[in-house]
């Protein structure tokens, strides 16, 4: 069965300093979704990316799938307190009408 | 604009007792429709889904189940709950066809005493 690894598992950042964010998966992904999720709260869905090499950007955070499509990075720049949370990449292998897998999480802290 | 709504936000019950969760959708028609679970450790799993009224797959095996009364209403439910139900709950809706997105509820956290 297809497995996601995140890395790191946490992460401490001073408030203005870049940080990366990765998603590795055992087979070749059909999509790579990334999201969000303040404690307690449901999912912000944030971007989900299909073609290999295929890079997509909201506000300051920019996700990348690699041309193998086994690999995704998350870079957020000029990190914010905002930005603080638990961020989730969830996968499909191939077509199989939207259901995920998701890694265990990143959780972010931003020091202001 | 599409909003997805669960209730309750919230729930303690003890062991043994029955479960009733819902996901309701506005805004779109006809969209597939899952249900998470989030234990601790922050992981999620697939529960269940559904491609339309009536039809559910289950992913997981356990004392759970799932129903699709209604094109927009997702419904989880359990006849007897054990402590390991515990959990925060999500439901997920994504439009038919499409393959880029796909949007969570505010989830329920469940609390099994």
């Known amino acids: 069965s297809q497995e996601l690894e995140q890395s790191p598992q946490s992460l401490i950042v001073q408030e203005g300093k870049n940080l990366t964010i990765n998603c590795t998966s055992s087979k070749t992904l059909y999509g790579l979704y990334w999201y969000k999720q303040k404690y307690g709260e449901g999912l912000i869905f944030l971007m989900m990316?299909?073609?290999?090499?295929e890079e997509k950007s909201h506000e300051k955070i920019t996700a990348k799938l690699d041309e193998k499509k086994q690999q995704s990075s998350l870079h957020i720049t000029a990190s914010q307190p905002s930005h603080a949370g638990i961020y989730l990449c969830g996968a499909e292998n191939y077509n199989q009408g939207g259901k995920l897998i998701f890694g265990q999480g990143t959780e972010l802290s931003v020091k202001p | 604009s599409q909003t997805i709504h669960q209730w309750p936000a919230t729930l303690v019950q003890p062991v043994g007792s029955p479960l009733s969760l819902e996901c309701t959708v506005e805004?779109?028609?006809?969209?597939?429709l899952y249900w998470y679970r989030q234990a601790a450790g922050r992981g999620l799993q697939l529960l269940f889904y559904s491609v339309g009224i009536g039809q559910i797959s289950s992913e997981v095996p356990q004392n759970l189940s799932a129903s699709r009364p209604q094109d927009r209403q997702f419904i989880l439910s359990s006849k007897k709950l054990l402590l390991s139900d515990s959990g925060f709950y999500l439901c997920?809706?994504?439009?038919?066809?499409?393959?880029?997105?796909?949007?969570f509820g505010p989830g329920t956290r469940l609390t099994v005493t």
């Open positions: 997920a809706w994504r439009k038919r066809g499409k393959t880029d997105e796909q949007y």
């Open positions: 805004g779109t028609s006809n969209p597939n």
């Open positions: 990316l299909q073609k290999g090499g």
